[in-house]
């Protein structure tokens, strides 16, 4: 049950007491141009690294999540494609230093798709402010 106040809006539990604004439930997100909710097109974005990135960036020219998770993405994999290249000049050691950089890639880019899907903008070292700077 709710009680509204103008444009505030209170929620109260079943036993008649007063839900805090910061535990009523947070309204649907926003939609953006492809018509998806703007958590699951930032999701999309890391799917297939800088190709999802470059398409989301043709396609979404408004949501300024979605595009900072697509710059995020690009530079993610830009960035991977580099290290990579470089590790695996060395010789035997660099393979294994490729596989310990292909598993922390791996989670980080899970990691990277949790924060885009829960709607929180977690921004990488470097390649973040990178992102933020190319949205503005």
């Not at 509204?4 to 947070?26: K, L, M």
């Not at 310990?100 to 709607?119: D, E, R, S, V």
Request: proline share 4%; aromatic share 14%.
């Amino acid at each position: 049950m709710s009680q509204t106040d103008g444009d505030q809006q209170t929620a109260f539990r079943e036993d008649g007491g007063a839900v805090p604004p910061a535990q009523t439930p947070s309204p649907e997100m926003k939609k953006t141009a492809t018509g998806l909710e703007e958590n699951v097109a930032g999701v999309l974005c890391y799917v297939l690294g800088f190709i999802t990135g470059i398409v989301f960036l043709v396609l979404e020219k408004e949501n300024r999540f979605v595009r900072y998770h697509a710059f995020q993405s690009i530079f993610f994999s830009v960035a991977l494609f580099v290290v990579s290249m470089i590790v695996n000049v060395i010789p035997f050691i660099g393979w294994l230093l490729g596989l310990a950089i292909n598993l922390l890639a791996l989670l980080l880019w899970l990691f990277l798709m949790y924060k885009a899907y829960t709607g929180e903008k977690f921004k990488l070292p470097w390649l973040g402010d990178l992102a933020e700077r190319q949205v503005r």
